[in-house]
């Protein structure tokens, strides 16, 4: 049988970049999709507890391509519990518009869907383009997928972890290649942004600056800027293993 | 001058809890609180990119409460930037309603302004008790979080770590001590509930059943289960460090 590959994202269904995983994807096997039907930005590993969730198909549905109005980690569960016809083999979610690197990952609705699924017991990959470009060339990112999904698939990715996949923002001759790397420490800094409405009262939105000088040479921010591939083998686990002997001031 | 504690939650301004730990963080210091304007849960690190932010005081203002429409790591980062007379010593979260041990930390608001804190450089403690009741007697966990203070005010956190502090359901003299833990895998499983509305289209509630079988002896599920606080040090990095040597085959 061939490989099933259930698809999400976090910029929603209609994004150029969801469209293009789903066709280097259906090189490799079968295909379910289960994208927010709008976009999900910044909404990390949120899961919606306080209305319940709605599912459209897109088209007929014939094709098992759905649209959900929840999170991306609500359209994990919501696949491959009631839309996948059997187990997914690979959870993939992307291609994202802009840098999941370093700290980003900590907010970002592609890798919650990464997260939701390695917790649910699924291989798992994110994909993100350096890009927030409409006219970002995804066939770019084309060799660069390939290879990881074949790899993926030939040796399957160890269990209880996942993958975060970010790709340069260069033609596909001109990326270097592909290093496994860990995350880099970074900031934001400066992150809201006030405003006055027309009537005078206050507002802020949020925006910042990414600051993440000197990463280390075995991070993702370092690979990145080198012109290489990234890929992060992460987990579902905060503990800070390194901090353990040093708080032990807190027991009694 | 005393310490300034900024106080945040998921559960929202008006939720017991909040105030509750605003009451026992003032025995120690001055506090600023800038909550969820509603329910937050479920959360997780998410902020809010695509619309803008609005800040209530509440009553006069002249406490230094603030309701805020955004996540709970939005509300960290408009705190200490736009609503702290100072840098806050510690940024603390809650207390939660319900557990935020093992994997429930990923989807948490309140654990996501505690990362959101760390993120930023700030001492941070999320605050949960393993109770879902109206009635929950907040009053039992005084003793505990006092410690906690006292301790993170004596002895700092160890930078870029923060602490995931759980509380069990059990009245103060039953509590057998506080334990320094790592986070207990698990999962939720059977997540999505199918109903049918009255004009017979399907919808699904988030719901679910918490499977955490014979938790390791060192982790914050098994110390709660034993009637003792956990204290689990979490830092914002997913990078699964066991899984590195045994991925290299994604590198070209």
Redesign the interface.
Known sequence: MKPLFLITNDDGYYSRGLQHLVSVAGEFGDVVVMAPDR?A??????????R????HPVGNGAENHFACDGTP??CV??GY??FCPRRPDIVLSGINYGSNAS?N???SGT??AV?EAC???FAAIGFSVLSHSPETDFNACTPTIR??LQ??L??P??A??A??VNIPRLPANQIK????C??A?A??V???E??TDPIG??????TGKFVCDNPPHDSDQYALNQGYVS???????????A??G???????
Chains 1, 2 share one sequence.
Request: no cysteine; hydrophobic share 40%.
């Open positions: 976009n930005s910044g909404l990390s590993t949120s899961i919606t507890t306080s319940p969730l709605r599912v980690a609500d569960k919501m519990e009631h700290i990952v900590i907010y890798i919650g997260l917790l649910d017991g290879h990881i790899q993926a030939l040796h990715i160890p209880g972890s993958l975060n290649g592909v290093k496994v860990r995350q420490q900031q934001w400066d992150s809201l006030k405003r009262r206050p507002y802020w939105w949020m890929v992060v083998p992460i987990r579902p686990d905060f503990t800070d293993y901090a353990f040093s708080i032990q001031y807190f027991e009694k």
